[in-house]
């Protein structure tokens, strides 16, 4: 792939590097400063490119997806925090024919780890002297809190267990890249399943097979239906 990247932060930088190490081509490097509301983002600043990534910002990215859209490309964004947008950026991607994957998590793992805490928030459900919470740790410098990976683990354990809340704790501090812990915790014991990424290039090489996947189709997806497209 010949591939754009939209944002030169952390992401970008780990999605640069294992690109390289792939075989693929980076050829632009879109940055904040030349890029005010998506402005930076034309069709001759893309020319080339078959492939958009796009983290960024939550107050910039649906200002970069609209315009993205507008030209007709081909993206994959993982910037979390935006998906009020959802509908508005969906429908201008499928106006004019392009291609949109995004997701909050893009490892394979955690998406297995949803799936898993749901199947066993089912046996859960009803067994009242359990108490069901989430805790979720990033590094000092993520912004969001709670994580959209958090979130979407509250809808899932939620989706398996329909009695319980869940309420989410988030700790912000040093350097880790992500951990999310569901637990139940009863009086004289307690069970916790845990997903932690060790490397944000789990992320990365996540993003790069959505990328991959996405090379000749239109429309809009996750990553899960990528992942999960025959089983849901
Ligand atoms: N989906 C996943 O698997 C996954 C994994 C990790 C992180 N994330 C999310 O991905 C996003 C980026 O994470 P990160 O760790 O790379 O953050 P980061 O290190 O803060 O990098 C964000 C970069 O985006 C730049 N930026 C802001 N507005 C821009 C614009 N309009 N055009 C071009 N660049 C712009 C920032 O530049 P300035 O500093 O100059 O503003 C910064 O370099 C966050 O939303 C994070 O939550 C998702």
């Given at each position: 792939m010949r591939i754009a990247l939209i944002g030169n932060g952390k992401m970008g930088r780990a999605i640069a590097q294992l690109a390289l190490e792939r075989?693929?081509?980076?050829?632009t490097i879109v940055e904040s400063e030349e890029n005010h509301r998506g402005g930076g983002l034309s069709q001759a600043r893309l020319t080339g490119c078959d492939m958009v990534f796009e983290f960024t910002r939550p107050e910039a990215a649906p200002d970069n997806l609209l315009q993205l859209a507008r030209l007709g490309a081909r993206v994959v964004s993982g910037t979390t925090?935006?998906?009020?947008?959802l509908p508005e950026v969906s429908a201008v991607v499928k106006e004019h024919g392009g291609a949109l994957l995004f997701s909050p998590n893009f490892s394979p793992g955690v998406q297995l780890f949803l799936r898993t805490a749901r199947d066993m928030a089912r046996r859960f459900e009803g067994r009242t002297g359990f108490d069901g919470f989430v805790v979720e740790t990033h590094h000092a410098a993520k912004l969001d809190a709670p994580s959209g990976t958090a979130v979407a683990l509250r809808g899932m354990l939620r989706q398996g267990d329909q009695g319980r809340e869940f309420p989410v704790t988030s700790i912000r501090g040093g350097h880790a890249p992500g951990t999310h812990r569901v637990t139940y915790d009863a009086p004289f014991e307690s069970i916790r399943l845990e997903h932690e990424a060790r490397s944000r290039h789990v992320f990365a090489a996540g993003a790069l097979l959505a990328g991959e996947w996405l090379q000749g189709r239109s429309g809009v997806f996750t990553f899960e239906q990528m992942l999960f497209e025959e089983d849901s």
């Amino acid at each position: 792939m010949r591939i754009a990247l939209i944002g030169n932060g952390k992401m970008g930088r780990a999605i640069a590097q294992l690109a390289l190490e792939r075989g693929h081509t980076v050829a632009t490097i879109v940055e904040s400063e030349e890029n005010h509301r998506g402005g930076g983002l034309s069709q001759a600043r893309l020319t080339g490119c078959d492939m958009v990534f796009e983290f960024t910002r939550p107050e910039a990215a649906p200002d970069n997806l609209l315009q993205l859209a507008r030209l007709g490309a081909r993206v994959v964004s993982g910037t979390t925090g935006w998906s009020a947008r959802l509908p508005e950026v969906s429908a201008v991607v499928k106006e004019h024919g392009g291609a949109l994957l995004f997701s909050p998590n893009f490892s394979p793992g955690v998406q297995l780890f949803l799936r898993t805490a749901r199947d066993m928030a089912r046996r859960f459900e009803g067994r009242t002297g359990f108490d069901g919470f989430v805790v979720e740790t990033h590094h000092a410098a993520k912004l969001d809190a709670p994580s959209g990976t958090a979130v979407a683990l509250r809808g899932m354990l939620r989706q398996g267990d329909q009695g319980r809340e869940f309420p989410v704790t988030s700790i912000r501090g040093g350097h880790a890249p992500g951990t999310h812990r569901v637990t139940y915790d009863a009086p004289f014991e307690s069970i916790r399943l845990e997903h932690e990424a060790r490397s944000r290039h789990v992320f990365a090489a996540g993003a790069l097979l959505a990328g991959e996947w996405l090379q000749g189709r239109s429309g809009v997806f996750t990553f899960e239906q990528m992942l999960f497209e025959e089983d849901s």
